[in-house]
T-cell receptor
Framework: GESVGLHLPTLSVQEGDNSIINCAYSNSASDYFIWYKQESGKGPQFIIDIRSNMDKRQGQRVTVLLNKTVKHLSLQIAATQPGDSAVYFCAENNGNNAGNMLTFGGGTRLMVKP | KAGVTQTPRYLIKTRGQQVTLSCSPISGHRSVSWYQQTPGQGLQFLFEYFSETQRNKGNFPGRFSGRQFSNSRSEMNVSTLELGDSALYLC?????????FGQGTRLTVV
């Protein structure tokens, strides 16, 4: 089946800098995308979502950008803090009958240097 | 408001055995989904239950099954365990499209 493609690279940033994490997806019919943060020993934690009728959505210190033309998602974290260190996953919801069936990317490890 | 609760947190089983994992969703959430997380395959969808019915199913063999009770609590069962079933099994509950995950059950098959 189609999948959200994201290898597991490591992004190392200095505390206070902005971080950008990228994700490519392959299912052009997907209409809902989510970013999750997973810390060691914990389950994924919802960060922000976006529907396909939007190009950009902002939250607290985070922004998600969606480019449907090239099937690309990005997560921007402003003023990155040590507590942001985690693995970040993008996901798309491919559920039938309005259900929940998330296809996850491989994840990106974010390391914040003090 | 209590989050998603999964039990047990850790489990060690022998090849060939079967295992049952439990998930209690957030109060009011009727959708419960299960995922398997491994270093090699990442996070993979197993199945989703809504109002005691399986609404979506992933590409896992029939050894993996689940059910949901009238109080929305869900269980998943894996029969004839294989070494490759060692993984973190995550449960997520949803009221609409936003899914909230539990901390998972770490299953080790030896």
């Amino acid at each position: 089946g189609e999948s959200v493609g994201l290898h597991l690279p490591t992004l190392s940033v200095q505390e206070g800098d902005n971080s950008i994490i990228n994700c490519a997806y392959s299912n052009s019919a997907s209409d809902y995308f989510i970013w999750y943060k997973q810390e060691s020993g914990k389950g994924p934690q919802f960060i922000i979502d976006i529907r396909s009728n939007m190009d950009k959505r902002q939250g607290q210190r985070v922004t998600v950008l969606l480019n449907k033309t090239v099937k690309h998602l990005s997560l921007q974290i402003a003023a990155t803090q040590p507590g942001d260190s985690a693995v970040y996953f993008c996901a798309e919801n491919n559920g039938n009958n309005a259900g929940n069936m998330l296809t996850f990317g491989g994840g990106t490890r974010l390391m914040v240097k003090p | 408001k209590a989050g998603v609760t999964q039990t047990p947190r850790y489990l060690i089983k022998t090849r060939g055995q079967q295992v049952t994992l439990s998930c209690s969703p957030i109060s009011g959430h009727r959708s419960v989904s299960w995922y398997q997380q491994t270093p090699g395959q990442g996070l993979q969808f197993l199945f989703e239950y809504f109002s005691e019915t399986q609404r979506n199913k992933g590409n896992f063999p029939g050894r993996f099954s689940g059910r949901q009770f009238s109080n929305s609590r869900s269980e998943m069962n894996v029969s004839t365990l294989e070494l490759g079933d060692s993984a973190l099994y995550l449960c997520a509950s949803s009221i609409n499209t936003e899914a909230f995950f539990g901390q998972g059950t770490r299953l080790t098959v030896v």
